[in-house]
């Protein structure tokens, strides 16, 4: 039987502030991505989240972002690569903090929104990203957009890398997400994204929003939880997966 990871990005709420379907979700995926404060999560929602994830034995992931609750770490910043390495280290280990106070181990670190972006096209940003991981655990892996800077500097720099590929979210020729300003970045047809998860796993290809197929390599699957049909479609993704004989598990 075929294996692939399932993510999703986890422990967004904040304050009074709730994001998402956490609970439910967890226990459908095999890893999670959670928010250590930069673009969203709080200490007690970290915490919960880790309590969530260790119950259910899933593998669990930073989801590091820039300092941007506002805009949810989704507006670019100018920011130098000595910052973006403190970003990194006061993130990750807030999380491992939570983390190893609970029994558990950070498996891996995938970064979130803008930061990820901008790492996916900018090799030094890439870099200082996958340093500063490697200097807090050599042994974490890095999960970047497939194909990317962010896979080619993690790889360069010692890392093991997961290549990610995103479920509901629409690809440029180029390999590249499709800004969530353009028409149609956002996949809303729960079949269609199934169908899509299909092609990538079994085939490693996935249509553009040109209409072209490109080559694509899945190690872990994103689904965003922030989205309101985010449980359905991760519970859609999983019954076209088994029933294709391919199973849900950690990349590890």
């Known amino acids: ?36 404060g930069f673009h969203a999560g709080d200490p007690l929602v970290m915490e919960q989240t880790v309590k969530f994830a260790l119950n259910e ?5 930073a989801h590091p972002g820039l300092p941007d ?9 100018e920011l130098t690569l000595e910052e973006a390495r403190s970003y990194l280290i006061y993130q990750i280990g807030a999380l491992d903090g939570f983390v190893k106070a609970l029994g558990g181990k950070v498996q891996h670190v995938k970064p979130h929104g803008a930061l990820y972006n901008m790492a996916a096209s900018d090799y030094n940003l890439a870099r200082a990203i996958a340093e500063a991981i490697y200097d807090i655990n050599s042994e974490l892996v890095l999960v970047g957009l497939a194909n990317s800077e962010l896979i080619r500097a993690g790889e360069d720099v010692g890392l093991k890398v997961a290549n990610e590929v995103f479920a509901d979210r629409a690809y440029t020729k180029e390999g590249k997400l499709l ?65 294709n004989d391919i199973e849900v598990a950690p990349f590890l």
């Open 1 to 36: 039987m075929n294996k692939i990871d399932l993510n999703s990005d986890l422990g967004e709420s904040f304050g009074r502030y709730s994001c998402g379907n956490d609970y439910e979700i967890i226990k459908i995926i095999s890893s999670a991505n959670i928010a250590c």
């Open 57 to 61: 034995g899933i593998a669990i992931g």
């Open 69 to 77: 609750l506002m805009g949810f770490g989704r507006r670019n910043m």
């Open 179 to 243: 800004s969530r300003r353009e028409s149609g970045a956002i996949i809303e047809d729960n079949d269609l994204v199934a169908k899509r998860v299909l092609k990538m796993v079994i085939e490693n290809k996935v249509k553009a929003i040109t209409g072209e197929e490109i080559e694509i390599k899945a190690d872990t699957i994103c689904v965003h939880g922030d989205t309101v049909t985010a449980l359905a479609l991760v519970e859609q993704i999983n019954q076209t997966l088994g029933e």
